[in-house]
């Protein structure tokens, strides 16, 4: 389990400064399902000691019966187990009048359960807070994996806790470049691949096999039936949303490329309000994402963020029969020629991430990054900077050999449809591909930067 703590050095930094502090501390700690939040707070009651309580969805006298016993074995007190108050309020009461200030780490992991089923939890926990703790010295984090409710209902601004919070963290995928730790055996190329199958969720990249090839690995670790990833997704959905065939529906058609509203409208045959609800609670959650291109307010389209998802909903929904009777093989063989066209269009994805990011960088002081098309023209990325008026248009290709004049040729006459301070910005251009016939660092005039895999290797 030791790689799940793979460069989440300042995230315990950030709880080992916030624990050295003095008085007490109320951290909200949250992100996506499987991104390594309870194996981060383990890790952290591992060095510091605490009591970890798990919420659930049973019920809230469950709750609050585990509650006593996990008070119970932190002050040795037998009475805890035999209260019949089914007040929280009056279980920290009785807590804090036994640890008085005494330094004490209390995790409530998965929050949000005990808010769905009792929705005033949270001026309860106000009270608790205001009335027993911000005035002794516990150490207090409320987790959570419902990224909405989080972010509306504890840390929000009508929430009863706004401004209780003595820090907070979102807790996001790896990046790129930590991904190697899992694999150190992989070349740039695999570990390319298996980021556009896996991402950088710790918990999928950990149940993959780092002896064998990416491939390999999609074959025996996603498409075999019984292994966990294999229905990851439909788990998640299930345990995420109150309607998981609507969802399951609407990302099956935007991993098919029905990807604006009036599309998945006509695809799915739900009314365009009720979609909209649905892809916001999908953005909500962050497995899904709207683009707007640049220099458009409207007309954008959705596309699947997560790029986990974005593989299951494309190569493994869709052969859910087959697989079912244990034709893996059989299946593996009609998606492998559909795969590099997938993990171009991944690629695309990683590249966007790593320029935002800064990761990758071309002397450029780039603030924005976007995508951009209109009618039949698109470019895959565009980065500029709205002061000095530098714009860098960028084309990815997952192929090797790439002609990069021919490739430059077609994007420069792309970038003059791109309205954007055309009478006086700078043009940049920068060509993305596993490898060059030929690079160049410049066409017709115009600064061009190319990187293959070798150059990707050396930033990532």
């Not at 703590?5 to 499987?34: A, C, H, M, P």
């Not at 009863?160 to 790129?176: A, I, N």
């Not at 087959?322 to 559909?338: A, C, F, T």
């Amino acid at each position: 389990m030791i790689q799940h703590f793979i460069n989440r050095k300042t995230e315990l930094n950030f709880l080992k400064d916030k624990y050295s502090e003095k008085g007490s501390q109320l951290i909200v700690l949250y992100g996506k399902r499987r991104v390594g939040k309870t194996e981060l707070i383990k890790k952290f009651i591992d060095m510091n000691g605490g009591t970890y309580i798990l919420c659930t969805r049973d019920s809230l006298d469950e709750n609050i019966k585990e509650m006593k016993r996990k008070f119970y074995n932190i002050t040795k007190k037998e009475y805890f187990l035999k209260l019949t108050t089914n007040s929280l309020f009056d279980l920290f009461k009785y807590l804090i009048e036994e640890i008085k200030n005494r330094r004490e780490i209390i995790v409530l992991d998965e929050f949000p359960y005990l808010i769905e089923l009792h929705k005033g939890i949270v001026s309860v926990f106000q009270k608790i807070w205001d009335e027993l703790l911000k005035d002794k010295n516990v150490f207090i984090i409320l987790s959570g994996s419902s990224i909405g409710m989080m972010e509306t209902e504890i840390l929000g601004y009508k929430s009863p806790l706004y401004g209780r919070r003595t820090g907070e963290w979102k807790l996001e995928p790896f990046k790129f470049k930590h991904i190697k730790g899992f694999f150190k055996k992989y070349s740039i190329e695999d570990l390319i691949k298996t980021w556009c199958v896996c991402g950088g969720t710790p918990f999928y990249l950990s149940l993959l096999n780092p002896n064998v090839s990416i491939e390999k690995n999609i074959k025996e670790k996603i498409l075999k039936k019984g292994e966990v990833l294999y229905n990851e997704p439909k788990v998640l959905l299930k345990e995420e949303f109150r309607e998981p065939k609507t969802y399951t529906l609407i990302l099956k058609y935007l991993s098919l490329g029905y990807n604006s509203q009036g599309k998945l409208c006509s695809a799915t045959g739900i009314e365009k309000g009720n979609l909209s609800k649905y892809l916001s609670v999908l953005e909500e959650t962050h497995i899904v994402r709207h683009i707007l291109p640049l220099g458009q307010r409207k007309r954008g389209i959705y596309v699947i963020n997560d790029p986990f998802f974005n593989f299951w909903f494309r190569f493994v929904y869709p052969n859910m029969s087959d697989l079912e009777m244990g034709l893996v093989n059989d299946v593996y063989s009609r998606i492998s020629s559909q795969l590099d066209t997938y993990f171009g269009h991944l690629f695309e994805e990683l590249i966007f991430e790593q320029i935002k990011q800064k990761i990758i960088h071309f002397g450029l002081n780039l603030t924005e990054v976007r995508k951009w098309w209109h009618k039949d023209k698109e470019i895959d990325i565009v980065a500029l900077n709205e002061k000095t008026k530098e714009i860098l248009f960028v084309e990815c290709k997952w192929k090797d050999n790439v002609n990069a004049e021919k490739i430059m040729k077609n994007l420069i006459e792309k970038s003059n449809y791109v309205k954007w301070n055309n009478n006086e910005r700078k043009d940049y251009y920068a060509i993305f591909a596993k490898s060059f016939r030929k690079k160049i660092n410049e066409f017709e005039g115009k600064k061009v930067y190319c990187f293959d895999l070798k150059d990707l290797e050396k930033f990532l």
